[in-house]
């Protein structure tokens, strides 16, 4: 399929290098499906919003091409950004403004007809289930009740493409399940293709049906969650020693039956067993003839974070630490594409 026969997302050799600084984005290329949830893993730093700032329009490219509903991003700005709804990753909130004034400014931004702005206004408030706070200033609302404002917001000209940016970041459980909910329902009700930034391995795991996992500007893995995982195959065993000092013999036993992998366990050694769950007995058996008594063991299925380390050699929480910080996007320091919103 060719850039313009996807009416969803298609990136080719995208680059964004800032001034004086880090190129963020380093010659990515990717292509998201119409009517897909498509999501886009890395830890802070990796590239994960220059990217999404790219493909809406809030920042130029500096190498490459992307097109966005069938639409280049440089040279079509104004057709892309009709095409399409974003809820980054800060919320475009006014705390003195309801839901519901809130919702008449989109809607009158947005140019929907004077008859069905209240009705389409009305309709998201409800669907987002604010309907109970919808006269109520939004200073006062909750951190999920201000996600959920922030995508109904986003949803009022009913676009073909969604871009979410972190958007479940600081949320409590249940509201990260709430719109999880809501997000699935758009794209399996309504067709709407969904790009979403993530730093969450299981908030990628339940929705992507394909995701790509960037470090350092760069994509190092892509495909489905479960393919991705079964690359990685076989389990691990995570064992905690009761006695801590012997962690040096655990090591020399466990590594018979597999590969030594990092685990974030304290007082912990882990292996990727060989034979896989099968040789679980065989371990336990041995390390009772050594006389090594354990305090705690665990089989670990394959999970995305064991492929983004098989991939790049460290964890998740490992390359948040050693990357640098995010690079911010400040007004008047790189130029607007053509068309963009200055």
Known sequence: MTATENTGIVVEGLEKQFKNGPKAVDGIDLEVAPGEIYGFLGPNGAGKSTTVHVLTTLLPPTGGRATVAGYDVVRQGRQVRASIGAALQEAALDPLLTAREHMRLQTALQGLPKAIRRRRGDELIARLRLSDAADRKVGGYSGGMKRRLDLALALVHEPKILFLDEPTTGLDPQSRSDLWNEVARLAREHGVTVFLTTQYLEEADVLAGRISIINHGRIVAEGAPSALKAEIGRPSLEVVPCNPDRRGAFSAVLERFGTAVKTNTPGAV???????????????????AENLRMDHFQLHAPTLDDVFLAKTGESMSEAEETAGPAHAVVPGRDPQPAGAPA
Do not use: H, K, P, S
């Open 270 to 288: 882990a292996v990727r067993l060989e034979r896989g769950a099968d040789a679980l007995t065989d371990v336990v058996r041995t390390l009772d």
